[in-house]
Structure formats: structure tokens, C-alpha cells
């Protein structure tokens, strides 16, 4: 068999594997989107697309050293549909960066608990959570915005802010349950976000506001010290946009 043909035999097999690495990281990027996981590492996904793209063309120039017409029209079928799907692949990661929103939580340093950000039905006018999308978060944890809340996919930054202005930023984001073990309990030193959601809640006269939440602080804390809030109480009086 001709080196030509055995190398191309190579390449189409790697590309093959590389595809589908490429579509099982895109499955579980997927599955990490829907679980509204706010930081998804796709270095994974993004190095196997380069290593992609390189191999598809490796292969779609060997076809043409192949004498075997057979060979020569399954590279190029193989290798030519791989560079589809990683140009297609591609292409969706930059249509999905540019309509993601960039949002940043600015928390007072040291606290801890539950952080609630209540929208309103309407926009109120103001553009202070439209500018960067930054919101600030007052000292009770409640945050009562001017503007409905920014709808489709979120990028998502936490911080914690001295009184001089530096900002801290909070890396963990605790997406499962935090098992009641010894090392957690006695754990008062690392700070991260535990399950960031939204819902509704709605006063006595059915008056419904959207709103977003996490918990803040350490393990030990949410272990031991901490009280959920009951959502009821912040629908009264903050209705068709009023504010605080």
C-alpha cells in the first residue's frame, strides 16, 4: 500500500476520533448550559476543535497525493465533513459570545447569606443596571432593580468590595449540595456562591415580580449559621416597577 494512502488512512481515523470528542464536549456543554451553571470550562472543546481543524486539513491535502480513487473520495467526504462541523461549531461559540450577557454582583465585603435581586414587570427608566450590567448590592442583601431582568443566556462574576473600592473576586460557585461533613463544617475560610437561581413571587393582590438568588460566604456558614429568607415578604410595596 502506498504511504500516501496509509497516511491519509490515519488522519481520516484520528478525525474521526477527534469529531467525536468534539460532539460528546458539546453534549456536556449543552447539559452544563440547561443545569444554568454560571462558569463552563471549554478548553476541552476549544482544543479539540483546533486539534480538528488541523487534522481535517492535514487530510483534505493528502487526497491529493492519493492515487486510489476509493481512498481519495473517503478523505475527502471524511476530512471535508469534520471541517463542516468544526466551522459550524465554531461559528455557534461566536454567535453564543456575542449574545451572552456579561452581568457583575458588587457584594459588601464580609457578607454572608442569601443575595435576592427583585426585577420588576416594567422598566422604570433608569439605565444604572443597563451600563455594564453591573448591580451593586446593598448591605440587607436585597437589591431591588430598574430593569426587567435581562433575558437569555448570562455570564456571571462575583465580587466582594471593601469600603476603600478593592474588589475581591469570588471563584467558587458551588452548584451541588454541600454535604454536612466535618471538613465543611470546620471550613470558615473558603467563600464561594452555592446555587444561583431564579423564580417568581407574587403579593396579596397578585401583583408577580421576577427574581434572582444565591447564597454568599463559606461552607461553615451555610452549614451552621445560616436561615434561608421567605420570598413573600419582598413583593409587598415593589410592584409595576416601584422601587425601594
Sequence with gaps: MQRPVRWLQVITLA??????????FVYGSLLALSALAPEISTWQLLTALAIGVVVSFAG????????????RWLGLIVNGAAMLLYAAIIVGIGALLISTTSRRFIIPNGYK???????????????????????RIPSDGVLYATTPMTEGLTRDEFY???????RNRITSIWNTTIE????????????????????????????????EAFYVGTKAYLLSGYAPRATNQFAKGHCAGSQR
Design 60 to 71: 483534505l491535502r493528502l487526497t491529493k497525493s492519493v492515487g486510489s480513487r476509493g481512498w
Design 180 to 211: 454536612r461533613t466535618p471538613e465543611n463544617l470546620a471550613n470558615d475560610r473558603d467563600t464561594g456562591v452555592f446555587f444561583p437561581h431564579s423564580g417568581t413571587i407574587a403579593d396579596s393582590t397578585g401583583c408577580t415580580l421576577q427574581y
Design 160 to 166: 466582594y468590595e471593601r469600603g476603600d473600592g478593592v
Design 15 to 24: 478525525n474521526v476520533a477527534v469529531a467525536a470528542l468534539v460532539i460528546l
Design 113 to 135: 447569606g442569601d443575595v435576592y435581586v427583585i426585577y420588576p414587570t416594567a422598566d422604570s427608566g433608569s439605565a444604572e443596571h443597563e451600563a455594564g450590567h453591573i448591580f
